[in-house]
């Protein structure tokens, strides 16, 4: 108790729609080709750095972490934005997860 007040403890649970690990792709020798993976290389980056910052936040605070994101298990390609295909397996491929009780990552991948 502090100041009288009951304190509960606090969990964090991020879910993360997209990779954290980086994926290999072949770029062309062209300057669209390389603009255009420099730009998902960033935002890759960046949203590693955000689930980076949850996590240093949360143990900063004492504050249990609890991470989903699309492991490397799976393996399918995105073959065009906003495939019908891709979205039916990555969301089978969730719902496989969660049925089996989620296996929260405790930390992020490093």
């Known amino acids: 108790m502090a100041n009288g007040e009951l304190v509960v403890p606090a969990v964090a649970y991020v879910i993360r729609n ?7 792709a072949s770029t062309q020798r062209s300057t669209l080709s390389i603009a255009e993976r420099a730009i998902n290389t960033m935002i890759s ?3 590693m750095n955000d689930v ?4 240093n936040t949360t143990q ?3 504050i249990s972490f609890n991470l989903a994101y699309i492991g490397r298990d799976f393996t399918e390609k995105l073959p065009a934005p906003f495939d019908q295909g891709y979205m039916r397996d990555l969301f089978d491929y969730a719902y496989q997860r969660a049925r089996r009780g989620y296996d929260w990552a405790k930390q992020p991948p490093i």
């Open 60 to 62: 900063h605070d004492g």
């Open 18 to 24: 997209g990779r954290l690990d980086p994926e290999w």
């Open 45 to 47: 980056a960046s949203g």
């Open 52 to 55: 980076m910052r949850m996590y």
